[in-house]
């Protein structure tokens, strides 16, 4: 999943609990992992980032960061950054050795590594996959407004 999905499901999912709390760690770091079981596209390569990769991340990051501001601005924005936060650790655990190269020789990581790729199986084409991603950001969106 792109990075905004992830984001705004943690935000959503602190503002539904609606405290700093265990139970938001809890579901934000599960909502990652179910986020990333549905069909979608977002190629990052783990040995080596690129230009366009690079420029495609912080377009996403900004994209989600906008997002939340936007959503939640007039809610307790505090709070949903903390859930984004916690919904994003995931990729940012997975992604740790792009920047801290000695992290991709720990076995713990390596198995964490393995397991984060092996519920990303499906990979539809570029149209489809980022379809289900704009489908899951309009569902979170729509969720948060149900009271």
């Known amino acids: 999943m792109l990075i905004t999905p992830h984001l705004l499901a943690g935000a959503v999912i602190a503002d539904k609990v609606g405290d700093f709390s265990w139970p938001v ?3 934000a770091l599960i ?3 179910i986020l990333d079981a549905i069909p979608h596209r ?3 390569d783990k040995n ?3 230009r366009k990769q690079i420029i495609a ?3 996403d990051l900004v994209v989600g960061i906008v997002l939340i501001w936007l959503v939640f601005r007039e809610m307790n924005l505090m709070l949903a950054v903390f859930g984004a936060g916690v919904g994003i650790l995931p990729d940012i ?3 740790a050795p792009l920047i ?3 992290i991709g020789h720990n076995k713990w990581w390596q198995d964490y590594h393995h397991f984060h790729g092996r519920i990303q199986q499906i990979k539809p084409n570029w149209g489809v996959g980022l379809l289900t ?3 899951v950001i309009i569902s979170l969106v729509v969720w948060l407004n149900v009271k």
């Open 93 to 95: 655990v997975d992604n």
């Open 48 to 50: 080596h980032l690129s």
């Open 25 to 27: 760690v809890v579901l």
């Open 57 to 59: 991340v912080l377009i």
């Open 100 to 102: 801290f190269k000695s």
């Open 42 to 44: 977002d190629e990052i």
């Open 133 to 135: 991603q704009i489908i």
């Open 31 to 33: 909502s990652h992992f």
